[in-house]
């Protein structure tokens, strides 16, 4: 039974589409975060919700929104998608804060 | 801000030979720091954690790390290992509720 579940695994699209991801987790955790990994493996935090409330929001571009339904599925939806963007996104959960975070196996989203 | 350095990017080793991976980190305040492994395709599974107390931290698959707060490093070590601890090592910090890591060191263990 897989913890943290994001779907799809692939995504190829071209520019100026829009794409969802969604991310859900069995773990009765109440943080959930969306990572980006760029092609050198560099991972920095997009967003973090607590309860489906944000709390972390790192500059990230206005076509990148967040959605939380509820504290088990953290969703992420972009707009007008750029080259930029391809990237493997990682959705992590938490219960607390002392930094163990579970992470899903990515979505691996390519823009042409 | 914080700032984590993992000086190695590729360490290249033989099968039951000891590896060092090194951290560096900056940070004005107290951090907890943490070593996170990524086997190939999978997402990032927790090695260790530094929160406080003994500085030598012992984790998963045989490997330890030693918080070195005058050094501000937190090195990965680990006295032998397999070709299926080929993998990316992520050393992070964590300010605020959030992780930054390091750019990853790619460990390649051959036979």
């Known amino acids: 039974d897989t913890a943290v579940s994001q779907t799809p695994k692939y995504l190829v699209t071209q520019m100026g589409n829009d794409k969802s991801i969604k991310c859900e987790q069995n773990?009765?955790?109440?943080?959930m975060y969306w990572y980006k990994q760029d092609s050198k493996k560099f991972l920095k935090i997009m967003f973090s919700?607590?309860?489906?409330?944000?709390?972390i929001n790192e500059t990230v571009p206005n076509r990148f929104s967040p959605k939380s339904p509820d504290k088990a599925h953290l969703n992420l939806h972009i707009n007008s998608l750029e080259l930029g963007d391809s990237a493997v996104y990682f959705c992590?959960?938490?219960?607390?804060?002392?930094?163990?975070?579970?992470f899903g196996e990515g979505s691996r989203l390519t823009v042409l | 801000a914080q700032s984590v350095t993992q000086l190695d990017s590729q360490v290249p080793v033989f099968e039951e030979a000891p590896v060092e991976l090194r951290c560096n980190y900056s940070s004005s305040v107290s951090v907890y720091l943490f070593w996170y492994v990524q086997y190939p395709n999978q997402g990032l599974q927790l090695l260790l954690k530094y929160l406080s107390g003994s500085t030598l931290v012992k984790g998963i698959n045989g490997f330890e790390a030693e918080f070195n707060k005058s050094q501000t490093s937190f090195h990965l070590r680990k006295p032998s290992v397999h070709i299926s601890d080929t993998a990316e090592y992520f050393c992070?910090?964590?300010?605020?509720?959030?992780?930054?890591f390091g750019t990853g060191t790619r460990l390649l263990v051959s036979p």
């Open positions: 773990l009765g955790h109440d943080t």
């Open positions: 919700y607590n309860n489906k409330e944000l709390i």
């Open positions: 992590a959960s938490s219960q607390d804060w002392t930094g163990e975070l579970f």
């Open positions: 992070a910090v964590s300010p605020l509720q959030k992780l930054v």
